[in-house]
């Protein structure tokens, strides 16, 4: 069963870090893109940051500065360095990402959400 499968995130002080991880699992060949993003309560969810399978990133102007996402190709896995964190970054964080399953086929899937919370 290919899944992506997330862990990090937690409470943190205003100020603070956190880094987020998110796995490739199951049998695919390779990665597109993968992103982050995020659903506050009562809001929609949104793009946090996207990195491309050659390296290119993207960033929601709400965290330019602070957060930092990386991806490790040979392990499948996107990361999320979270620093300086704000209480209105308190959210569930998704991550999502194009998986090839076949030699032409794309699945697009999505992580089970992790809760961050930043709060004194």
């Known amino acids: 069963q290919v899944q992506l499968v997330q862990s990090g995130g937690g409470l943190v002080q205003p100020g603070g870090s956190l880094r987020l991880s998110c796995a490739a699992s199951g049998r695919i060949f390779g990665i597109n893109g993968m992103g982050w993003y995020r659903q506050a309560p009562g809001k929609q ?14 960033y929601a ?5 602070r957060f930092t996402i990386s991806r490790d190709n040979a392990k499948n896995t996107v990361y999320l360095q979270m620093n300086s964190l704000l209480p209105e970054d308190t959210a569930v964080y998704y991550c999502n ?10 699945l697009n899937a999505w992580g089970q959400g ?7």
Do not use: H, Y
Request: net charge positive.
């Open 61 to 65: 102007d709400s965290v330019k500065g």
């Open 97 to 106: 990402a194009d998986l090839r399953v076949g030699p032409s086929q794309i």
């Open 45 to 58: 969810r949104e793009l946090v940051a996207t990195i491309t399978s050659g390296g290119r990133t993207n």
């Open 114 to 120: 992790t809760q961050v919370t930043v709060s004194s």
